[in-house]
């Protein structure tokens, strides 16, 4: 079996159950393997998004919800050919030949570059771990993409190479447009107190996360922050004790829109300290869930927590 093409019936297609049923999941899910597997595309579902490739190279990154809405609408006899009318348009030929060849020069591509984040334990972009970008902490990669108007492309780190251009510089250039696109819309949440939730539209939302030190004065105890989705950020600063109260809720929704999507990105939690950020694990067993701190993680919160 393919890598990129495990899809068992609709639980892998969780991420629709808003949209569809468990039997809808499952019709929709038969469309989607019908079409790929006749044009020799391997395929990986993450909650609402597709990742397609060929022969190990990415096609691109796909949104299921709009495709999904418009089956929705109509009788499922219907759907195979939707499906296969609205992949034709994405994945046409064309547009990933011009992306090639528009990325053998830096110029044609400079104003399309971005950095967002993956969390490669889940997500495999490695493409024989050549791709362009760095590690933030634990599974969690930032990776310089090319915006095409339709489809996220990760960049391969020999195109970096054979522009010929400072790599640094390019990536710096790249984290400015994101940050270009104007700061995030906050709201102060009643729980946890003290955390506030950045949302927005753009695709690269959870990459505000890398300046997160933009959004709020940081503490001498850092911040703690989560990325559970593309488009979600919570961010506490590390105040006083209250963060003893933070922690639990703040894993709890990390865990809701993961799996809530519409591409969920990590259910851990992050330290952010002088410059440098940790990760702190997170699991869920039922009701419950669970933390596995670093030491030093640990040894933050207990001063805080200590009376003055």
Partial sequence: MALFGRLFGGDELMGLRRVFDISEREAFGDALRSYFGTRGIDYELRGTQLLARRDRRLLGEFYLDTIARRCKGVARDEWAQMVTAHFDALLAEDDMAALERDALDFERVRARLRIRLYDLRTVDLSRGGQLAG???A??????????QPR???PVPREHVERWGVAGSSVFEEAMDRVQAEGPLEG??????VGTTFYTGPSPYTASHLLFAGDYVDEPPHGLLLACPSEKALFVHPMRDGSVMDAVEPMISLAHGLYDDGPVGISTSLFWWRRGEMQEIVTSRNGDSFQLSPTDEFDAAVRDLARPS
Avoid: Q
């Fill in 151 to 153: 489809v996220i492309v």
């Fill in 187 to 192: 709201r102060a949440m009643s729980t946890p």
């Fill in 138 to 147: 634990g599974g969690l990669f930032a990776a310089m993409v090319y915006d």
């Fill in 134 to 136: 760095y590690a933030v």
